[in-house]
């Protein structure tokens, strides 16, 4: 059985930096597209990074500049470098992969729990 679970997250003072990772654990054959999400209280959950399995990536315009997706294919692990971080970037941020696992014919779309990141004034 497939999952993805984050790490990385926390508390860090406005112009601080984190790293968050995910890995995503179970017999996985592929995996395409590998993205962060993120959802501050009382909002809805947006797409913060995409990477693609060739490694082309795209940010939100509220993290571009400040934020890095990359990848880890022999670790089937996706990073976040967050630099530069903001109190609006407070939010619970989730990993979402495309995984095709061991005995599945197509790509199925899998979810992180979640870690919290928290950026004080």
């Known amino acids: 059985q497939v999952q993805l679970v984050e790490s990385g997250g926390g508390l860090v003072q406005a112009g601080g930096s984190l790293r968050l990772s995910c890995a995503a654990s179970?017999?996985?054959?592929?995996?395409?597209?590998m993205n962060w999400y993120r959802q501050a209280p009382g909002k809805q959950r947006e797409l913060a990074a995409t990477?693609?399995?060739?490694?082309?990536?795209t940010y939100a315009d509220s993290v571009k500049g400040r934020f890095t997706i990359s990848r880890d294919h022999a670790k089937n692990t996706v990073y976040l470098q967050m630099n530069n971080l903001k109190p609006e970037d407070t939010a619970v941020y989730y990993c979402?992969?495309?995984?095709?696992?061991?005995?599945?014919?197509?790509?199925?779309?899998?979810w992180g729990p979640g870690t919290q990141v928290t950026v004080s004034s």
């Open positions: 979402n992969a495309d995984i095709r696992s061991w005995g599945m014919t197509t790509f199925k779309d899998y």
């Open positions: 179970g017999i996985i054959l592929s995996i395409n597209v």
């Open positions: 990477i693609t399995r060739g490694g082309t990536t």
